[in-house]
């Protein structure tokens, strides 16, 4: 049987926005909650949790029940060392959605839609576009696992998914929160003015 996870990256130091994105509030719930609630709507139960920075803070102010917690005490070596350490404890899967804590809008039937186009299509990576701008969550299979726990500190997921460009899945969506990332208090300001 085919098997999908996800991964939620959330162990950077949100630095632009001042405070954790994780906790950050969009329609009553923390982003971390709002992810992982889709996430379950989607039918997605396999969940790992990436924290780092504030770790400790995070588990406290969200509710992570049904997720596994990883801890990277390595998060200032940058988003690879966090995809790395999800990647870990989600090695027998066949794919894995990726999602960004910053992009909170992004609601399950995307996801699902997303999930049902790779298996269909059998590409190595799915990439959400809205409108012509590419989006998350992401798809990647498990044949770019290895290139992507060979990553370098400093690298980003990226630079292997670039290596795949020609036999990428593009697929076109109407959820404009694919588009969303939030990284600054006026994107933060706008997302909350729309919900």
């Not at 379950?40 to 995070?58: F, K, M, Q, T, Y």
């Not at 997303?114 to 809205?130: K, Q």
């Not at 290895?146 to 990553?151: G, R, V």
């Not at 460009?165 to 208090?185: H, M, N, Q, Y």
Request: glycine content about 10%.
């Amino acid at each position: 049987m085919k098997t999908m996870a996800a991964l939620v990256l959330a162990a950077g130091e949100s630095s632009r926005m001042g405070r954790d994105k994780a906790l950050l509030e969009y329609r009553g719930k923390t982003f971390l909650e709002a992810i992982l609630s889709n996430l379950r709507e989607a039918g997605i139960n396999e969940i790992a949790v990436v924290l780092g920075h504030h770790a400790s803070d995070i588990e406290r102010g969200a509710n992570l029940t049904g997720a596994r917690v990883v801890i990277n005490a390595e998060y200032k070596r940058g988003q690879a060392s966090s995809f790395q350490a999800g990647l870990h404890v989600l090695a027998d899967v066949d794919g894995v959605l990726l999602c960004l804590v910053d992009h909170p809008a992004a609601g399950p039937d995307v996801m699902r839609t997303l999930v049902a186009r790779f298996f269909e299509t059998g590409a190595p990576v799915v990439i959400p576009v809205y409108h012509g701008r590419r989006g998350h969550p992401v798809i990647i299979g498990s044949a770019l696992f290895e290139a992507l726990m060979s990553l370098a500190s400093g690298d980003g997921a990226d630079t292997v998914v670039r290596k795949y460009r020609d036999v990428t899945e593009w697929l076109d969506v109407e959820d404009a929160g694919v588009a969303l990332d939030i990284d600054e208090p006026e994107d933060l300001r706008a997302l909350q003015a729309e919900s």
